[in-house]
């Protein structure tokens, strides 16, 4: 796994990109963006729920929670930079969705949440520019509450050996423009959640050869409390 960015210049650079972020990523990634989303969002929210979104970025994730969790739900979105939370604001407006969800501004590796506290926990493609997606897990799984849900897509390692060198080429060169490459690296996540006692209830790779994304859904068991 590459080296992340040191987190003041993460979060320098996502308040830069903010404006054109849906549009530079979703084509980086041919689309399958938002597929992952939608997917995630479909396999893990359900009506009334609660839900979290951690590095919620532009909210395109929160906004598709915010209408399967419907008009009892309530979601919020937690990301580390001011400006792209700004972006999820106005289409939140625009979407007349602003009553079902929250905003705030704060570290996914160390949130500002009580135990146990959301239903659903959500993260897309955010854990991958962190410096440590292990600590991230573990924050998403001590706010959720026993029995609820915790959904993750991020991106993974190409499989086959002549696509991960090519891969592997391309990001040498991407790595070294940080507005380009977000930040964002291949990480591994499952195992960590499967050693705290979670049950993979979804799992599907989606996207390009060159850059798939893993999208499951665990569960985090009825009983266990983190307080
Ligand atoms: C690749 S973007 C993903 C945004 C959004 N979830 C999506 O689906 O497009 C990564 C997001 O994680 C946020 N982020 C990075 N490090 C973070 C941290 N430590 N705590 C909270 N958010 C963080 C960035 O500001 C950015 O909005």
Same mark, same amino acid.
């Given at each position: 796994m590459r080296q992340a960015l040191e987190q003041e210049k993460l979060r320098a650079v996502y308040d830069r990109v903010a404006r054109r972020y849906d549009f530079q990523h979703s084509m980086l990634t041919a689309r399958s963006d938002q597929r992952g989303r939608r997917l995630l969002v479909d396999k893990a929210v359900t009506a009334d729920d609660e839900v979290l979104d951690c590095g919620? $970025?532009? $909210?395109s994730t929160g906004l598709l929670a915010a209408r399967k969790a419907g008009a009892s739900g309530k979601v919020m979105l937690l990301d580390i930079s001011e400006a792209m939370l700004a972006v999820a604001k106005d289409r939140a407006r625009r979407a007349r969705l602003l009553d079902r969800l929250e905003f705030q501004t704060g570290d996914m590796l160390d949130l500002p949440f009580a135990d146990n506290s959301f239903d659903v926990v959500l993260s897309t493609y955010s854990l991958?520019?962190?410096?440590d997606p292990a600590i991230g897990a573990r924050e998403l799984f001590r706010v959720t509450r026993p029995g609820g849900r915790i959904g993750i897509a991020h991106s993974a390692e190409p499989t086959g050996p002549w696509v991960k060198w090519l891969a592997d080429r391309v990001e040498n060169v991407v790595w070294r423009i940080p507005s380009l490459s977000l930040g964002c690296r291949s990480v591994v996540i499952l195992p960590t959640l499967e050693q705290l006692g979670c049950k993979l209830i979804f799992e599907q790779r989606i996207g390009v050869p060159l850059w798939p994304f893993l999208v499951f859904v665990v569960e985090k068991p009825d009983g266990i409390h983190t307080n």
């Open positions: 919620a $970025g532009t $909210g991958c520019p962190v410096y």
